[in-house]
Structure formats: structure tokens, C-alpha cells
């Protein structure tokens, strides 16, 4: 069991060391909005005048999202059959595509240069056509484009998070109660107290609709302990004592909503001399443990787009 806690501290310090490329970048903000999967098909507009043009619609898919964009103009009532209709303004965010003729204008060389990574536009000569027709799926030939989309519609749509984020977070962890594994003719021990301890981590979001995140973290920390002549040779009768112990564990939180709980895999070093003889001292021990989140790393984002 030794052996398995050294193993799961190392593989901790190893993730935590090896973070995503970009990571520091990335925000919990949210990055947009998507089209639920309910079966609607949900129409977006061009504009003409600065308004809906209604001659022509793109229906959107689920797998591109979009954002709203907020100016002065961005919402506007328009007359649908005698109905005044409330229409907001979003953004398809992504590479826009370069007209075919102005790519061959730059020149391979440049144009090369200029499509490479983190480029402004992408070279796509199958939708020169393609997104000038009505009724068509948003996809990649409508990126960096402005549509309208009408209120309603909007307010369905499901807020949209980067689950790829992952920063390095510093929290403190209580443990309610520890679960001593068997040692020698010691029987298995649950026993409560007082523990706290640091939480040193790296969080990563595993959902883009929910405030949710799991992260390995290595706890080191401080534990009361009570001896009694069940788990310490040096004592006799009746007799108890209170002592305390340094811990260093591993595990795993899981956080919804800035809601902690995890679990742990742990040792403690008795600090006192009753702790030479004390039954369980350097054994490990498993724990139920609820973390509360002092410092999490945050940066702006870039600002992702549909790839």
C-alpha cells in the first residue's frame, strides 16, 4: 500500500507539472452560445441595411457556436406578416474564408505565410459559392460572419464553456473522517477529528454547460490524533491521550459549482513520543474529504473560435 501511495504523488506531480499548451490563456468566461440538440431547426439571417434580410436563411447545427454581439444597432423589431418580431445580431466566430481570386492575387508564397497557424482567414474555394445560397447549414464557409437570429430562438440556446481549461489551483481541505487500513493484528480503524490541509492541484473543467471540474491535487497537512491502549503499546488500562501528526496525502477533487468533495490517499508522521508507538503510525489511510477553493490561476482568453 506504501508503494501505491508513492506511485499515485508521483503520477500527481507529474500532471500537474504537464499542463495543455495554451492553458494560461484560457478563462472560465463563457465562449459563446449553442443551439440546443431538441430536433428545431433554428434560422439565422444575413443583413441588408443594417437589418434582417428574410429572403435568405442558414440553419444553424449544433456543432458551431455562436456569440452575441452588443452595440446599439444589434437588436431590431422587423414586420414578419403583420407581426413585429424582435431580432438580436450574433457572431459566428472562426477564420473567415478568403475570396478564391484574392488568394491567387497575394500569391502562393504569401498566402502560405499569411493561412499558417494563428492566420486571420483560411483558404476554403468549395464555399465561394456555397454561402451565398439560402437554406444551407451553418459550417465553416460562414465563419467570422454577422447573422440575426430572432429573440426567442436565442433564449433557448445553451451557454457554451471551454472544457479544455486547466490552471493550477490552491485550496484547503478538511477531512470528516479517515478509513486506517488493517496493520498487523490491528483490525481496520475509522476514526474522526480534527484535520486540515493544503491542496496544491491543477484544475481541469470537464463540462462546457456546467461548472464542473476534477483535479489530482497532493494535500500535505495536520491531523489530531487520540491514543488509547487499543492503538498504543505505551499505554495501559484506561488510559488515553491526545497527540497530533503531519500528513502528506494524493487524490482526486471533484468540484460543481465551487462545491468540493474528493477523496484521499494518505500517510501521517506521529509528532510527539507517543507516536513511536502508536499501532498505525506511517500506515496509509483512505478519506472522505470537502475542499473549499482559496486561488485558482485565471487569464483572458484569446478569444477561441469554431475550428
Known amino acids: 500500500m506504501e508503494r501505491s501511495l508513492c506511485s499515485l504523488v508521483t503520477l500527481i506531480l ?14 472560465d468566461d463563457p465562449i459563446g452560445f449553442r443551439k440546443p440538440m431538441n430536433g428545431t431547426a433554428y434560422h439565422v439571417y444575413p443583413s441588408k441595411n443594417g437589418k434582417p434580410d428574410l429572403s435568405k436563411h442558414y440553419v444553424l447545427n449544433h456543432r458551431v457556436f455562436v456569440q452575441k454581439e452588443v452595440c446599439a444597432a444589434c437588436e431590431q423589431e422587423v414586420d414578419v406578416n403583420g407581426t413585429k418580431v424582435k431580432f438580436i445580431r450574433v457572431h459566428i466566430p472562426g477564420k473567415p474564408c478568403i475570396p478564391e481570386a484574392d488568394f491567387k492575387n497575394l500569391g502562393e508564397d504569401v498566402a502560405d505565410q499569411r493561412m499558417g497557424r494563428g492566420s486571420e482567414f483560411q483558404r476554403c474555394p468549395e ?3 456555397l454561402a451565398q445560397l439560402s437554406g444551407g447549414s451553418i459550417d465553416r464557409c460562414h465563419y467570422g460572419r454577422s447573422y440575426w437570429i430572432r429573440s426567442v430562438d436565442f433564449e433557448e440556446f445553451d451557454m457554451e464553456y471551454l472544457a479544455g481549461r486547466n490552471v493550477p489551483t490552491i485550496g484547503i481541505l478538511t477531512l470528516p473522517w479517515i478509513y486506517r487500513f488493517e496493520r498487523g493484528d490491528k483490525a481496520p480503524l475509522v476514526e474522526g477529528g480534527f484535520s486540515i490541509s493544503a491542496a496544491l492541484g491543477w484544475k481541469f473543467r470537464v463540462s462546457a454547460r456546467q461548472e464542473m471540474s476534477l483535479f489530482p491535487v497532493v494535500a500535505p497537512g495536520f491531523r489530531s490524533l ?13 488510559a488515553s491521550e491526545s497527540g497530533s501528526a503531519l500528513t502528506i496525502a494524493g487524490g482526486l477533487i471533484f468540484e460543481w459549482e465551487k462545491k468540493q468533495v474528493g477523496i484521499l ?43
Open 127 to 129: 464555399c465561394e459559392q
Open 14 to 27: 507529474a500532471t500537474i507539472c504537464a499542463a495543455q499548451d495554451g492553458s494560461a490563456d484560457r478563462t
Open 265 to 307: 490517499l494518505g500517510t501521517d508522521t506521529p509528532l510527539n513520543d507517543l507516536g513511536k508507538t502508536y499501532a498505525y503510525g506511517g500506515a496509509p489511510w483512505l478519506a472522505f474529504t470537502i475542499g473549499y477553493d482559496l486561488y485558482t490561476a485565471d487569464s483572458k482568453a484569446k478569444g477561441p473560435t469554431n475550428e
Open 226 to 238: 487520540n491514543y488509547t491502549t487499543a492503538n498504543n503499546s505505551a499505554l495501559e488500562g484506561d
